[in-house]
């Protein structure tokens, strides 16, 4: 059971936009930044989205994210083949001695 | 850019400890960044498992934190993990990370605990 909450699947057409939801509480996403990672099949994780909605260098625009009170979404615009992978939300926990928590992994499918 | 390689025993029986090491290079340890890891089961997500601050703070998973010890030797740039008293549910993919937006990835490692 995963402290962040992530749909377990999301699916599109090439050129759609899909958006991938991840719900928390006051402790973690209500007064932290979130976090995303992309992981491909067979490779380790990599930061897709920063403090909310920045982006490393890189990581094309097409990704994007939002947060509002205890939740955070990423999106994805113009949807390609090589976006099929799993996505996972983070954040740190301010409850106990503090930790990262994650979501339990969204697998995006490209139809 | 800073690169991180994990190295360790593949095979830890039950009730053992588990070591791992990630070599870090492109960046010293000393001089700042967070340390840890993170494992992933076979099939599964991701769970944090702990971090270590170039000060030597430590901050661990509250699940696994009786089991857990990070630490950093800084004259050979690297930092390690030991998890004590493993089980089955201790096999998955051990990466080790650093950044304050977890921005660095090692390739991972297997680790079965098997008899």
């Known amino acids: 059971q995963s402290v962040l909450t992530q749909p377990p699947s999301a699916s599109g057409t090439p050129g759609q936009r899909v958006t991938i939801s991840c719900s928390g509480s006051?402790?973690?996403?209500?007064?932290?930044?979130v976090y995303w990672y992309q992981q491909l099949p067979g490779t380790a994780p990599k930061l897709l989205i920063y403090r909310n909605n920045q982006r490393p260098s890189g990581v094309p625009d097409r990704f994007s994210g939002s947060k509002s009170g205890t939740s955070a979404s990423l999106a994805i615009s113009g949807l390609r083949s090589e976006d099929e992978a799993d996505y996972y939300c983070a954040a740190w926990d301010d409850s106990l001695s503090g930790s990262w928590v994650f979501g339990g992994g969204t697998k995006l499918t490209v139809l | 850019q800073v690169q991180l390689q994990e190295s360790g025993p593949g095979l830890v029986k039950p009730s053992e400890t588990l070591s791992l090491t990630c070599a870090v290079s492109g960046y010293s340890i000393s001089s700042g960044y967070y340390w840890g890891w993170i494992r992933q089961p076979p099939g599964k997500g991701l769970e944090w498992i702990g971090s270590?601050?170039?000060?030597?703070?430590?901050y661990y998973n509250p699940s696994l934190k009786s089991r857990v010890t990070i630490s950093v030797d800084t004259s050979k740039n690297q930092f390690s993990l030991k998890l004590s008293s493993v089980t089955a549910a201790d096999t998955a993919v051990y990466y080790c990370?650093?950044?304050?937006?977890?921005?660095?990835w090692g390739q991972g490692t297997l680790v079965t605990v098997s008899s």
């Open positions: 990370i650093s950044g304050s937006s977890i921005d660095y």
């Open positions: 270590i601050y170039h000060s030597g703070s430590t």
């Open positions: 006051s402790s973690n996403i209500g007064s932290n930044y």
